[in-house]
Nanobody
């Protein structure tokens, strides 16, 4: 079973940037769709950005124009470039891969904290 591992979280100041990475234990081309979700304390997990195998990309309204999702097949990595960070971006960020007929695979998450 493929495993996903997030990295790159940490502390950033408002207006700053962070880049998250999600590395898969095997070829990410097996996923029809990959996505980043986040869960803030006391809130439900929400979709942040998603990319399909056919290169369709979607962002939540909250991050559109500030975050960029990308994928590197050679490195089996999904990335999320986060710019102009806001305190409300503080959350645990999770990577997810979806395989048709096989369901979802989740990483364990990485903490992002945006604070002055």
């Amino acid at each position: 079973q493929v495993q996903l591992a997030e990295s790159g979280g940490g502390l950033a100041q408002p207006g700053g940037s962070l880049k998250l990475s999600c590395t898969a234990s095997r070829n990410i081309s097996t996923f029809f769709e990959m996505a980043w979700h986040r869960q803030a304390a006391g809130k439900e997990r929400e979709l942040v950005a998603a990319i399909t195998k056919t290169d369709l990309i979607a962002y939540s309204h909250a991050v559109d124009g500030r975050f960029t999702i990308s994928r590197d097949y050679a490195k089996n990595t999904l990335s999320l470039q986060m710019d102009n960070l806001k305190p409300e971006d503080t959350a645990v960020y999770f990577c997810k891969g979806h395989q048709r007929g096989a369901g979802d695979t989740w990483g364990r998450g990485t903490q992002v904290t945006v604070s002055a």
